[in-house]
């Protein structure tokens, strides 16, 4: 059983350990898009060790195929960079791509979500976004279009970790939890037996 510890029973932090600073070192977003980045680069390789078939394999209640549902997110991925900054150069073909041409666009989608991160961002600043195709607009703040890029991602790598899971694969962990302590930024102390 979990315990919270009640605000006055809080070890008092010093000033050099507060997390209220002068200045940030880093975007205040920029742990979220590398736990997203890395989390689906986690799933691809673990998509690249089952077979053909099992990549064609579709679950009720999810995107598609495990493959279908993976072009969707990296693809979908690079759509939210293009509005977002208006670079071409992040759109993507995903319709014939494999999972190693994925993993590497998805490569490129972290380096360019860290870039844009690394911007004077205005959340409230409205972007459009308009299909070539239909003409279809949609008229979005920057802090939702970045929720939502998270979110999308989320929702899908999790649809893809449950067909992994229906066809006896166990996926990887790809939690936020397991994100930090992989990167070294979280220590987790566990009980003596």
Known sequence: MLSVMAMSEWPRRSLTTSCYTD???????????????????????ACLLVSPAQLRTAVPGTYGSILQTMRHLVEDDAWHLF?????????IDESQMGLTELRAAMER???????????HLDPDAVLREVDEGD?????????IR???????????????????????????????WSFGVEDGRIV???PSP
């Open 109 to 119: 989608n972290g380096a360019a979500w860290s870039r844009l991160l690394g911007e």
């Open 23 to 45: 200045r940030m070192t880093k975007a205040l977003l920029e742990d979220a898009f590398r736990h997203h980045v890395w989390a689906t680069l986690r799933l691809i390789d």
């Open 83 to 91: 509005t977002m900054t208006a670079d071409r150069a992040t759109l």
């Open 188 to 190: 987790e102390v566990f």
């Open 146 to 176: 970045l929720a939502e890029a998270l979110h999308h991602g989320t929702e899908h790598r999790s649809q893809i970790c449950t067909a992994l899971t229906v066809l006896s694969v166990k996926p990887p962990s790809i939690d936020v």
């Open 135 to 143: 003409g279809y607009q949609r008229d979005a703040p920057l802090g």
